[in-house]
């Protein structure tokens, strides 16, 4: 009853009606005791009282003042928005990229970190991992180990497992398909529906391996040797349980077709425990089956503890997730309030011009309150705007942002989860959009009332003393995008000299086999027969995939740790790896794998100082054995640019066809596209079990670059960005002091000054703030980079050229946005100046 | 002889016993009051409509649009079955003070014993 009151009749008109019909009964009574007309009228008004107070009164007592108070508020904040378009339009300009960012940000972090997955029971879905003796943590189990874990849990959860495998598709081609085979509970516990019985694309994978093809089901496709039917295409939300979303799903029976992997299955064990458990119960039965998981398992890998890992979200939640998501968000919401930093010195700006106004409302009853609540009105309705314009422009970018972002995969032939937009976007952009209304409105907005406070008694003073917060405000700004600028310069100069650094061997024309299987002889041999073949060799690892593998090595009874590889007679012909000293390995010695070794320049220095390395002995821990140095190479990039040149790096002999030798590389002379599609044919014909995918080493040279090239650009946009925001601020304070100074000004050019003196009067308060803010963030952006040098070895800081560009670059472009509007002062005529009064 | 004002916090009390009669206009529970009182008491008479509307916000009045015997729209009230309780108790609240300020009023030197 009360709330239909509440709310309806919160009409001010109807209020007025209800009292009127009362003064005119009254006045009607009173002509009729004899009054005329407009006596009664008068006297009946006197005697009700006054109708304006009563009216209040009665709003009063239903609680609808505040409500009235909001209302004008928003009425009146319209009406001072739109007085004021350009400075509304730049303010929610601002707003729109700064939040705009953030949210695109929150995006990607949202995808990954908080909508739930998108199978059934999400809520309750958790990893199994076992910790062992070692304290090493388990993530594949075997099936006696699978078995003894479901038994255990049957009461309390469902188990399901995956296997995550790479197989060849064939067809006209081979290209690699990542597969996972999954336990016949997989599509029913997660997807709701029952167990298909033969291969099921996911979305992705249809689209990227079979172009969408919409006769797919029920065709036969040929993974390695086998030919599996397609049971049916995934629905494009199920994207299974991980970040990267398979291209095929197989049911554990099709396994044993025909893929060579020679190894027992290595399955993730994941769950969902069921209905009314709690996660506590669910350990607790788990844990108690770690001793039946280590039955025939030696002693220190015997499993202690059976862990129930929660997971909900497709990140796995560690630490170091959380932190490396703060280092990204920190530069994001840097801009952030270096927008809002501008945007409240254009607010203190508005809010000074208006000193009159709130001066004369002041005088007139307006409590302080009062009238900070109304500006902090204007400030949240701007900030609305802003938030409605963010959300519209993060939406918009997401899927140019998601294809820029993850460049690198998409190359890689990976599908990852696209990234959505949903409800917590747009709540976290108006979140963010309040946020800085508080912050760029709130103290701007007392500072404006309480100098119209203190000019109660003069309304003509103007308010032309550099406000003390002004000119804080324009340090903050300088300094915030100082320190986004100077991170932009680091990142690409890092880019850049990963680009520049030389892997010391001949890259181009330098192709990777990309085969995978147990032929690799059958192979090379299919490869020499191949027109524009050069040189054909093996190695252990590809150069610049990712890091060589290490042991210990002892020379003279000291201990060191070295990167090594194991190559054939022909890889350094092949790599253009110079020799410096000695010879390489000969048919002979790669064959029989005998105890010799070529050594790497570095190497040599390091483990032989001032002496000839040839001819030295060396012992290799894991090989167990004494190696005799034959040679000393060149230094070469082996591993990541980021390290470098190898610090070491021993070759040890291995043949094509031995366990050792996993990959051909092969040197080519003709044109690169067209022996690669030659390999690729030699490769379907000769072997049957794994894919062939060539791929240059150039380009996986340049996938290793791609990751800080795209952090730099990103850094780059958001240092451009936030300088940008910072001049337009700048030139919107200056334009404004020099409006409020004109008088100033034209007295100072009739009295004869210079007009450049006439400038820097004007601009001087703005530009010694700059300065200072430069000043302030030029150290903190040295303590960060020293910090960041102690925690990424290889990446390089504190690069003087970036430290003293960034500054100057800043400088010049804040000086320009100072001058423009500054110019305008040296250009006032004086007479007319002094004639305005 | 002149109206006496009405104590504050009585002109409640009066509207609901002014409405309990039958439902009514403003101006109609104004003449109400004046019939009920013998004209005796002195009502300001907009400070009537701020007590109107915080009964009704309490949920003590119902109030709803009509028209009025001059054919006028009008806003009338009734009394609600709360507003009836609180009528009730009110009433035998006031009827209570009434009778303990009549008791100390008429003491005596003597009763201060």
Not at chain 1, 155 to 181: G, H
Not at chain 1, 769 to 777: A, D
Request: with cysteine.
């Amino acid at each position: 009853m009360k709330w239909r009151n509440w709310i309806g009749k919160a009409s001010p008109g109807e209020l007025d009606e209800e009292m009127r019909f009362h003064i005119e009964q009254h006045a009607a009574r009173l002509m009729r005791q004899g009054l005329r007309e407009e006596d009664a009228m008068r006297q009946a008004r006197v005697e009700f009282g006054s109708v304006a107070g009563y009216r209040e009164e009665c709003r009063e007592a239903k609680g609808l003042m505040f409500l009235d108070g909001v209302r004008a508020d928003l009425q009146f904040a319209v009406r001072v928005l739109r007085r004021q378009p350009g400075l509304s339009a730049t303010a929610i300009l601002f707003l729109a990229v700064a939040v705009g960012a953030n949210t695109a940000f929150f995006g990607f972090v949202n995808t990954y970190g908080f909508r739930l997955l998108p199978v059934r029971g999400a809520e309750r879905h958790f990893d199994v991992v076992a910790v062992n003796g070692r304290n090493d943590r388990i993530f594949g189990f075997d099936e006696r180990q699978v078995d003894a874990l479901s038994r255990q849990a049957s009461q309390v959860a469902d188990l399901y497992t995956v296997e995550r495998l790479t197989m060849p598709l064939v067809d006209e081609r081979v290209r690699r398909a990542a597969v996972e085979v999954v336990s016949p509970n997989f599509f029913p516990l997660l997807g709701g529906v029952p167990n298909p019985e033969g291969a099921v694309l996911s979305h992705a994978g249809w689209q990227r391996l079979f172009g969408g093809d919409p006769g797919i089901v029920g065709k036969r496709i040929r993974l390695g040797v086998s030919f599996i039917e397609v049971a049916g295409v995934a629905a494009e939300k199920f994207t299974g349980v991980e970040a990267v979303i398979p291209d095929i799903w197989l049911p554990q029976s099709l396994r044993k077709l025909g893929v060579e992997s020679g190894r027992e299955a290595q399955m993730r064990v994941g769950g969902v425990w069921k209905e009314g458990v709690s996660a506590d119960q669910a350990q607790a039965v788990l844990t108690a089956s770690a001793v039946a998981l280590s039955e025939a398992l030696p002693a220190d890998e015997r499993m202690t503890a059976v862990e129930v890992q929660q997971r909900s979200v497709i990140s796995r939640g560690d630490e170091m997730n959380a932190v490396a998501v703060g280092l990204v968000a920190f530069p994001f919401l840097l801009l952030l309030v270096v927008a809002c930093a501008n945007l409240a010195s254009l607010h203190l700006a508005g809010a000074s011009a208006r000193q009159k106004e709130l001066a004369i409302r002041m005088a007139i009853g307006a409590s302080r309150p009062r009238l900070v609540r109304q500006l902090m009105t204007e400030s949240m309705l701007l900030a609305l705007i802003g938030a409605v314009a963010a959300s519209v422009l993060a939406v918009a970018s997401l899927r140019t942002l998601e294809a820029f972002v993850f460049q690198l995969m998409t190359r890689l032939g990976m599908n990852v989860t696209p990234v959505e937009a949903d409800w917590r976007m747009i709540g976290v952009s108006i979140l963010l959009a309040m946020v800085s209304a508080v912050l760029f409105g709130l103290a701007p907005s007392l500072e404006a009332t309480e100098d119209a406070r203190g000019r109660g008694g003069s309304l003509m003073a103007r308010g032309t003393r550099p406000s003390r917060m002004r000119r804080g405000l324009l340090v903050a700004q300088t300094a915030g995008s100082l320190i986004l600028l100077v991170l932009a310069g680091v990142l690409v100069e890092n880019a850049n000299r990963f680009d520049l650094m030389d892997a010391g061997f001949r890259t181009e024309g330098f192709i990777e086999s990309g085969y995978e299987g147990k032929e690799l002889a059958a192979y090379a041999k299919s490869v020499e027969r191949v027109s524009g073949v050069g040189v054909v060799s093996g190695v252990g690892r590809v150069p610049l995939r990712g890091i060589m593998h290490r042991q210990m090595a002892t020379v003279d009874g000291r201990r060191w740790r070295v990167f090594f590889n194991y190559t054939d007679e022909r890889y350094l012909e092949a790599a253009g790896i110079g020799l410096v000293e000695g010879r390489g390995f000969t048919v002979a010695e790669a064959r029989n794998q005998l105890p010799v070794a070529v050594v790497s320049q570095a190497t040599a220095r390091r483990l032989w100082p001032g002496r000839a390395a040839v001819g030295q002995m060396l012992e290799l821990e894991e090989n167990k054995q004494l190696f005799e140095v034959i040679g000393v190479a060149r230094d070469v990039v082996s591993s990541f640019f980021f390290i470098g040149l190898d610090p070491t790096m021993v070759y040890l002999p291995a043949a094509v066809g031995s366990a050792e030798i996993g990959n051909l590389l092969v040197r080519i002379d003709g044109r690169d596209s067209r022996v690669v599609a030659e390999l690729q044919k030699a490769c379907l014909g000769a072997v049957k079990d794994s894919y062939c995918e060539p791929a240059r080493i150039t380009d996986i040279a340049g996938m290793q670059r791609l990751p800080v090239r795209i952090a730099s650009q990103v850094a780059l946009a958001l240092g451009v960005v936030s300088m940008v925001l910072s001049c337009v601020g700048l030139y919107g304070v200056v334009a404004f002091v020099v409006e409020r100074r004109r008088k100033e000004a034209g007295i100072r050019l009739a009295l004869g000054a210079p007009r450049w003196r006439v400038m820097a009067a004007m601009a001087g308060a703005s530009l010694r703030s700059v300065v200072l803010g430069v000043g302030l963030g030029l150290p903190a952006c040295y303590v960060a980079a020293k910090m960041g040098e102690s925690l990424a070895e290889y990446l390089k800081f504190s690069d003087t050229g970036v430290f003293v560009g960034a500054p100057m670059l800043l400088l010049g472009v804040a000086l320009i946005a100072a001058i423009l509007p500054a110019r305008r002062a040296a250009g006032v005529d004086a007479a007319e100046v002094l004639r305005e009064e | 002889m002149n109206p006496t004002p009405v104590l504050p916090g009585t002109l409640e009390l009066l509207i609901l016993k002014a409405v309990s009669l039958s439902k009514e206009h403003g101006y109609g529970i104004l003449l109400r009051i004046e019939q009920i009182s013998g004209g005796a008491l002195a009502i300001e008479q907009g400070a009537l409509y701020p007590a109107l509307h915080r009964l009704e916000h309490e949920g003590l009045l119902a109030g709803e649009w009509g028209v009025s015997e001059n054919n006028r729209r009008a806003r009338f009230y009734a009394l609600t079955t709360a507003g009836k309780k609180r009528l009730k108790e009110d009433t035998a609240g006031w009827q209570r003070l009434v009778e303990v300020m009549n008791a100390a009023l008429r003491a005596t030197g003597e009763d201060l014993a």
